[in-house]
């Protein structure tokens, strides 16, 4: 089937159709009164009236064997009195408009000849036109339909088409806009943040010259060149520059150390199961929650001790980094004052890589991150 009736066009049909019935009906009963076959007649009306509202109604699940009731009570009332061939207009017209290439061409098959055979039934003797004539009409009405019934066809493709490629539009200025924010990012972080940590590092620099060697100096000077070779090739939208040099354990290992010399908490690291092949992406997001996890360790936890461990698990690769600090309530809006944007960023970027950040905390207690990514084609 190729649609469900519906509309003026198929309402007059079903009306036209009924009409027909009733008027055949009526006149073999006007001409023969109620003797003989004149009561299987009514019965075979009725019953074919039943049918035909029945599949209007109820058209999902009636479908083809609707069709073919109708069609064969028909072509028997047909048979009793060839003048219920005039059923044939919209019955014909319901075939054509409802079933596919194949059934349709055998449903005209049948309609047309059981017109013909009525035809000859109601001549007073045989003649080619009664032939002819139902054939042509046939021919061109199935002729015009199909013709119809391509262009239709046609024009879904075309509106299909239009769908698609106003999808693929918008998609393409998503992109557009992406990129165009990236851009403007990548300005801002170029005219700000590294144009600043470029010139800390110069007075750094200076200062060393000068005579102020102490190691706060040389560290600073180090974090400086760091942080602005980040943000550089953040500019660039490359991978972390620890991560062109080294792998992601030797990344984390070099963080924990060095966070550890810094600010003289405790720090520990360590790796856990066999290294699995994981994306530049995923490894440059891992990298970057154990620097931000860090980060707030040094200045908001007042830590003793914290670990960060690597996992290599059979489909994930995990990140989990804890420490001794004094908590907070995981539960509570976080001011602007506590860098509330720092959970929020991490956890954007890994959900953006398909991955899971989970917090646990609480006042007194500590704090455990641990940053998920499944491994395989999601990775």
Not at 114 to 128: H, N, S
Not at 299 to 315: I, N
């Amino acid at each position: 089937m190729t649609e469900r009736p519906g509309g003026w066009l198929y309402r007059a049909m079903h009306v036209g159709f009924f009409v027909l019935l009733a008027s055949s009906a009526s006149r073999y009963v006007a001409g023969h009164g109620l003797q003989g076959v004149t009561p299987l007649l009514l019965g075979l009306s009725a019953a074919l009236v039943l049918i035909y509202v029945a599949g209007v109604v109820w058209w999902e699940r009636a479908g083809q064997l609707w069709l073919a009731a109708v069609v064969g009570v028909w072509c028997a009332l047909v048979l009793v009195a060839p003048s219920f061939s005039w059923c044939a207009v919209p019955l014909f017209f319901v075939c054509l408009r409802l079933l596919r290439p194949k059934p349709m061409l055998a449903a005209v098959v049948l309609l047309t000849g059981t017109v013909i055979f009525a035809q000859l039934r109601l001549a007073p003797r045989f003649e080619v036109i009664d032939v002819l004539v139902p054939l042509a009409v046939a021919a061109m009405a199935t002729a015009v339909f199909l013709q119809i019934r391509h262009e239709g066809e046609r024009r879904q493709q075309l509106i299909d088409q239009l769908v698609r490629t106003r999808g693929e539009l918008a998609e393409a200025q998503r992109e557009a806009g992406i990129s165009w924010e990236r851009e403007r990012l990548a300005r801002e972080i170029h005219d700000t943040i590294a144009q600043g940590l470029s010139s800390i590092r110069m007075l750094l620099q200076a200062a060393e010259r000068e005579g102020d060697r102490s190691e706060h100096v040389r560290r600073a000077g180090a974090v400086a060149e760091d942080s602005l070779a980040e943000a550089r090739r953040f500019v660039r939208g490359l991978a972390p520059a620890a991560l062109t040099r080294q792998s992601l354990a030797d990344a984390l290992r070099e963080l924990v150390a060095r966070t550890a010399a810094e600010t003289g908490i405790e720090v520990r690291f360590e790796t856990v199961g066999e290294p699995l092949a994981t994306s530049e992406d995923v490894d440059a997001a891992l990298l970057r929650v154990a620097q931000g996890v860090l980060a707030n360790v040094r200045e908001h936890s007042a830590a003793r001790k914290a670990g960060v461990t690597l996992s290599y698990l059979a489909d994930a690769v995990a990140l989990d980094v804890r420490d001794d600090g004094t908590g907070f309530d995981t539960a509570a809006p976080r001011s602007g004052a506590d860098r509330g944007y720092g959970l929020g960023g991490m956890r954007a970027r890994v959900a953006q890589l398909g991955g899971e950040l989970v917090v646990e905390s609480g006042p007194g207690e500590g704090t455990a991150i641990a940053a998920t990514f499944p491994v395989g084609g999601n990775s």
